[in-house]
T-cell receptor, first 114, second 114 residues
Framework: AQSVSQHNHHVILSEAASLELGCNYSYGGTVNLFWYVQYPGQHLQLLLKYFSGDPLVKGIKGFEAEFIKSKFSFNLRKPSVQWSDTAEYFCAVNADSGYSTLTFGKGTMLLVSP | DSGVTQTPKHLITATGQRVTLRCSPRSGDLSVYWYQQSLDQGLQFLIQYYNGEERAKGNILERFSAQQFPDLHSELNLSSLELGDSALYFC?????????????FGPGTRLTVL
């Protein structure tokens, strides 16, 4: 069964700092990759996704992620964070096996100080 | 608002009891997923229904069961509750049973077992 590791449980940044959240998965086959975000008091929502093609994908709110197959990684990046990016971020993997279910990492809580 | 509704928002009960959590998917969505979020395990997939049929099973205990009704709403039944079942239970829905269809998450039901 696949698993997802998010290395940082908590990250604290100042506004305008650059962000990179790590995500590694353990599955040797073809994968579909996702980042979800949960803002305080809100539901989980999709930030970006990768199925195939260009390994650099862009999502909403200026976020992007890069799929590096050789490293089994799908790190999330943003060049300059804002206070409104304070949220919990979840990486998720789907093994391309015909099922649509997702395996989530444990999440990274990002706190951006103004 | 994702369009997915869950009731109740909060549930407090005692060990050994049984509870039912309800999920109404977005209008027209045929697929419903249940997830459990706890501090130690993170966000874990429990079970998926598609158009009334069980489609996939994850880390769901035998004390837990679910069903999807003809009107497509779903219920998650948790019985013989233990302290460790205290968690946030999310439901998500998608249009079809495909990883290419985004999963939309509800606000969750917070279950506290005393």
């Amino acid at each position: 069964a696949q698993s997802v590791s998010q290395h940082n449980h908590h990250v604290i940044l100042s506004e305008a700092a650059s962000l990179e959240l790590g995500c590694n998965y353990s599955y040797g086959g073809t994968v579909n990759l996702f980042w979800y975000v949960q803002y305080p008091g809100q539901h989980l929502q999709l930030l970006l996704k990768y199925f195939s093609g260009d390994p650099l994908v862009k999502g909403i709110k200026g976020f992007e992620a890069e799929f590096i197959k050789s490293k089994f990684s799908f790190n999330l990046r943003k060049p300059s964070v804002q206070w409104s990016d304070t949220a919990e971020y979840f990486c998720a993997v789907n093994a391309d096996s015909g099922y649509s279910t997702l395996t989530f990492g444990k999440g990274t809580m990002l706190l951006v100080s103004p | 608002d994702s369009g997915v509704t869950q009731t109740p928002k909060h549930l407090i009960t005692a060990t050994g009891q049984r509870v039912t959590l309800r999920c109404s998917p977005r209008s027209g969505d045929l697929s419903v997923y249940w997830y459990q979020q706890s501090l130690d395990q993170g966000l874990q997939f429990l079970i998926q229904y598609y158009n009334g049929e069980e489609r996939a099973k994850g880390n769901i205990l035998e004390r837990f069961s679910a069903q999807q009704f003809p009107d497509l709403h779903s219920e998650l039944n948790l019985s013989s509750l233990e302290l460790g079942d205290s968690a946030l239970y999310f439901c998500a829905s998608s249009t079809r049973d495909s990883v290419y269809n985004e999963q939309f998450f509800g606000p969750g039901t917070r279950l506290t077992v005393l």
